[in-house]
């Protein structure tokens, strides 16, 4: 498997597919299985690059204080790793947001971007939330039930929970948080979470921009309280975003609706290399 040392860290990648580059940002917990429901479609329209942020997955993990800026500026080293001057950027979740520091921080290295599902700064429930994560993967452990059950409730739609998919998920979720991370860098990512604050951000990030939720997304849903930065604040502030509500979907429409997902990503990507020739492959 591909890796290379990037700011005295071991980080994982897998390059797949064919066109302009595509760089995939995983959530908290689920590295880069967070897209397991799209890559391969994704593959058929662009050179996929697929990694695991520090801390998680086949990367390595070290004990250590994590930020969206210790992962952005990963995500650049591997972008001068692999030769890649330019790409276009999917995150979800926390990948988003280390996804808009990369925008915000690199904004040469982007060509389009995609937020899907994510949050500029955390509000109180939010803060909270990730404080009740924290203190069931210490009690619990990553594998637990306990810890798979708030996330998938956190995270999925009733309606999904309720149809004939939704159970296998919780134990597909179980596995995945077992698999890919550890208690420690899985509450220091929340920490990361709870602290960071992206509204300065914003207004830095000229890559065209999709921003995508659900509209039962109680995790990070479209508009947080006064004192966050939800999805619909990020399109306003960010020059020219545009904003794409998933019907009937939570935070993890790359799960519930795979299919309707990519296309939406497809095309807007697809559209944006079409008026920046050239410009995502190195």
């Not at 329209?45 to 500026?73: C, K, N």
Request: aromatic letters at 8%; glycine letters at 10%; a negative charge.
């Amino acid at each position: 498997m591909p890796d290379a040392t990037l700011n005295n860290c071991r980080i994982w990648y897998e390059l797949k597919g064919s066109g302009d580059y595509l760089l995939q940002i995983g959530g908290a917990g689920f590295a880069h299985e967070n897209f397991g429901f799209v890559s391969d479609e994704m593959a058929r329209h662009f050179t996929v690059i697929d990694f695991d942020l520090r801390g998680y997955g086949l990367s390595e993990r070290p004990s250590q204080a994590y930020s969206m800026d210790v992962w952005a500026d990963d995500v650049a080293a591997l972008l001068d790793h692999l030769g890649v001057k330019r790409t276009h950027v999917h995150g979800t979740s926390m990948g988003g947001m280390v996804a808009m520091r990369l925008a915000s921080k690199y904004p040469d290295r982007v060509a389009g971007l995609v937020l899907d599902c994510t949050c500029a700064k955390c509000d109180f429930m939010a803060r909270s939330r990730f404080e009740i994560w924290k203190a069931l993967a210490s009690a619990y452990g990553m594998g637990s039930r306990e810890l798979a059950l708030e996330l998938a409730t956190q995270a999925l739609s009733r309606g999904f929970l309720d149809s004939p998919a939704g159970p296998p998920v919780v134990d597909t979720i179980q596995e995945v948080l077992e698999r890919n991370c550890s208690v420690d860098v899985f509450c220091g990512a929340c920490d990361a979470m709870i602290e960071m604050d992206l509204s300065d951000d914003l207004a830095r990030i000229t890559a065209p921009t999709l921003v995508m939720d659900g509209d039962e997304d109680i995790l990070t849903p479209l508009d947080q309280g006064p004192d966050g930065v939800g999805n619909r604040a990020i399109a306003d502030a960010i020059p020219g975003a545009e904003l794409y509500v998933v019907e009937g979907c939570a935070h993890t429409n790359l799960m519930e609706q795979p299919e309707l997902s990519s296309e939406i990503v497809v095309n807007f990507l697809t559209r944006v290399g079409a008026t920046t020739a050239g410009t995502a492959a190195a």
